[in-house]
Nanobody
Framework: QAQLVESGGGLVQAGGSLRLSCVGSRMISDRHIVGWHRQAPGKQRELVAEIAINGSTIYADSVKGRFTISRDNAKNTVSLQMNSLIPEDTANYYC????????????WGQGTQVTVSS
């Protein structure tokens, strides 16, 4: 069964950095769009950053210039470097892989908690 496993979350002070990593069992390849989403308590899950099959990236306006997404298909990994963290970044972060085959098929990890203290 395909799996996505996140790591790298934790508690950090405002202004600090964290790096999230996601390893995908056959789920992060040159056939998948991969990305990170987050969900804060009481809020809907939102896209943070996504990287397409051709390597193009999109970012939420709130993280542009602070977060960088990257992928390594050979190692089946996608990473999110988060700098200049602010308390509003506090959320559970989910790794996502999507296969486009007519429809979009989404796969999710279990999530990793990021908490930014002020």
């Amino acid at each position: 069964q395909a799996q996505l496993v996140e790591s790298g979350g934790g508690l950090v002070q405002a202004g600090g950095s964290l790096r999230l990593s996601c390893v995908g069992s056959r789920m992060i390849s040159d056939r998948h769009i991969v990305g990170w989403h987050r969900q804060a308590p009481g809020k809907q899950r939102e896209l943070v950053a996504e990287i397409a099959i051709n390597g193009s990236t999109i970012y939420a306006d709130s993280v542009k210039g602070r977060f960088t997404i990257s992928r390594d298909n050979a190692k089946n990994t996608v990473s999110l470097q988060m700098n200049s963290l602010i308390p509003e970044d506090t959320a559970n972060y989910y790794c996502n892989a999507a296969l486009i085959a007519g429809l979009r098929y989404d796969f999710w990890g279990q999530g990793t908690q990021v908490t930014v203290s002020s």
